[in-house]
């Protein structure tokens, strides 16, 4: 399974992004997310969605970014709204084969991750 990030870029606070992901073999990936990671810290998971479309949030973006998936296009997204300067990192898509009721992404890792793709707030 391989996932491919875009999307990213520079935008100004208050702005917003949708980060695209595109998944070969998307059936093989039961739960997809997306994560974050500013240097010299660790990654933090963002967001979860199940094959049948449930959805979970971290507190830290909840309300203000929503992912979502495009089954036909083998693409799930993020939409990130009201961005703040400490968003910025670089963010990566994941995913696993245990469905997203197996447990939190720290109970159950990713079995799949992208190359990630840069946003930057300012």
């Known amino acids: 399974v391989q996932l491919v990030e875009s999307g990213g870029g520079s935008v100004q606070a208050g702005g917003s992004l949708r980060l695209s992901c595109v998944v070969s073999?998307?059936?093989?990936?039961?739960?997809l997310g997306w994560f974050r990671q500013v240097p010299g810290k660790e990654r933090e998971s963002l967001a979860g969605i199940g094959s049948d479309d449930s959805t979970s949030y971290a507190s830290s973006v909840k309300g203000r970014f929503t992912i979502s998936q495009d089954k036909a296009k083998s693409t799930v997204y993020l939409q990130m709204d009201s961005l703040k300067p400490d968003d910025t990192a670089m963010y990566y898509c994941a995913g696993r084969m245990a469905d997203c009721y197996s447990g939190s992404w720290r109970e159950v890792p990713p079995d799949y991750w992208g190359q990630g793709t840069q946003v930057t707030v300012s």
């Open positions: 073999e998307m059936y093989s990936a039961n739960c």
